[in-house]
């Protein structure tokens, strides 16, 4: 089975703070992608990365950053955390040839 | 471009009742499309998919859907609800092929009463 890891599943951070939510797949998987999700909202795309060292933007990639150094990893970084990024992060996985995407269990991240 | 509707925000069923969640999506050509069900807390895990075929589709946990190509719809269906199916339910839209990106609705909570 495909496994998609998301290390810290509850944070808390102060305002201004430097966040890193790190994700890992198992599956030799070429596309990557962070997503955000909000009551009412659905989830909506951050960033997402079709290669090692290749990101791309989503609908909503202000505040945000992304390093991809490893096929395998892929981590989102919030240089200055805000409290409306307040949400739950989730990152997903792709084979480059596939059409379904796999996700993780999501990073519940709390700002105050 | 493309994009999905999922009218329904909350669904209230009775265990035991039939269940359909509707999904209706906007794409210029054959789409391939998915169901996902996320519990409390949790990801998204992967029900169903139509990529071509037969446009009744079988899932995981007894759940099936029908690609309407003159409705442009997806629904998801279930003869008989059990309570642990209690959950938000998102129908996505990719194109064929390439890397993609998909889109999601914005999720339908499915409520069920004991």
């Known amino acids: 089975d495909v496994k998609v890891t998301q290390s810290s599943r509850y944070l808390v951070k102060r305002t201004g703070e430097k966040v890193f939510l790190e994700c890992v797949q198992d599956m030799d998987h070429e596309n990557m992608f962070w997503y955000r999700q909000d009551p009412g909202l659905g989830l909506r795309l951050i960033y997402f990365s079709y290669d090692v060292k290749m990101k791309e933007k989503g609908d909503i990639p202000e505040g945000y950053s992304v390093s991809r150094e490893k096929k395998e990893r892929f981590s989102l970084i919030l240089e200055s955390a805000s409290t409306n990024q307040t949400s739950m992060y989730l990152c997903?996985?792709?084979?480059?040839?596939?059409?379904?995407?796999?996700f993780g269990e999501g990073s519940w991240l709390t700002v105050v | 471009a493309q994009s999905v509707t999922q009218p329904d925000i909350h669904i209230t069923v009775s265990e035991g009742a039939s269940l359909e969640l509707r999904c209706n999506y906007s794409y210029g050509a054959t789409p391939y499309l998915f169901w996902y069900v996320q519990s409390p807390g949790q990801g998204l895990q992967l029900l169903l998919k139509y990529f071509s075929g037969d446009t009744l589709v079988q899932g995981i946990k007894g759940f099936e859907a029908e690609f309407k190509r003159s409705q442009s719809s997806f629904n998801l269906r279930k003869p008989s609800v059990h309570w642990s199916d209690a959950a938000e339910y998102f129908c996505a839209v990719g194109p064929s092929g390439g890397s993609y990106i998909p889109t999601f609705g914005r999720g339908t909570s499915l409520i069920v009463h004991p």
């Open positions: 997903a996985s792709r084979p480059g040839s596939g059409n379904t995407i796999y």
